[in-house]
């Protein structure tokens, strides 16, 4: 089982609706990333928290420490916002090991499509 | 004006060659990474710089060889290349490894081995 684990693999939404994407962990972390990969392939770097919650425009990305679980939600959903959205869990120091403390650990993505 | 640039944006080659990918960062930033995502598009750290010196080299065979020049350039070189090897690998960077500071990525070196 992955470290760190995304649902749902694909989500298919109207425009305008509010859409949510969980991901969970099983590792000590000191951030949780949210990234944005687009068809063409770039990643963005949506957000990076360690407690509560952040805003940016229409995105809001909460996390849980105590329960290990973050949530991306994007409110009134536009065909623009179709993209992969993948869930990144940094290892906190004492987790890590060797070299990899520090590291990141991916989710496998949620693939989402916006319909007009 | 990228702030993480990635040459060559594609790569094809046969089984067997040699070739490098060169990654730039103009951020002033201590820590560089190579990433590689797969067919089934998950990510996995490869290597990590932080200023020119190795600080994880997660289990890569040893045909993968990072180098280092300086703290805005890690280059990726990899001998006899595989079938396996096609893949998109992505170059990040980032201020420190050991406080919470955002990456940046770059565009992406998609390899193709034939």
């Known amino acids: 089982k992955n470290e760190v684990e995304q649902s749902p693999q694909n989500l298919t939404a109207q425009e305008g609706e509010f859409i949510t994407i969980n991901c969970s962990y099983s590792v000590g972390i000191s951030a949780l990333h949210w990234l944005q990969q687009h068809p063409g392939g770039g990643i963005v770097s949506l957000f990076m928290?360690?407690?509560g919650k952040k805003k940016h425009g229409r995105l809001i990305a909460t996390i849980n420490i105590q329960e290990k679980h973050s949530s991306l939600h994007i409110t009134a959903s536009h065909p623009r916002d179709s993209a992969v959205y993948i869930c990144a869990a940094k290892r906190g120091l004492k987790e890590g090991y060797g070299g990899s403390q520090g590291n990141l650990i991916f989710g496998k993505g949620t693939k989402l499509s916006v319909k007009p | 004006d990228t702030a993480v640039s990635q040459t060559p944006k594609y790569l094809v080659t046969q089984m067997g060659n040699d070739k490098s990918i060169k990654c730039e960062q103009n951020?002033?930033?201590?820590?560089m990474y190579w990433y590689k995502q797969d067919s089934k598009k998950f990510l996995k750290i490869m290597f990590s710089?932080?200023?020119?010196?190795?600080?994880i080299n997660e289990t890569v065979p040893n045909r993968f060889s990072p180098k280092s020049p300086d703290k805005a350039h890690l280059n990726l070189h990899i001998n006899s290349l595989e079938l396996g090897d096609s893949a998109v690998y992505f170059c990040?960077?980032?201020?420190?490894?050991?406080?919470?500071?955002?990456?940046?990525f770059g565009s992406g070196t998609r390899l193709t081995v034939v």
């Open positions: 990040a960077s980032s201020q420190g490894t050991r406080t919470n500071y955002g990456y940046t």
């Open positions: 928290l360690s407690s």
């Open positions: 951020l002033g930033h201590d820590t």
């Open positions: 710089y932080n200023n020119k010196e190795l600080i």
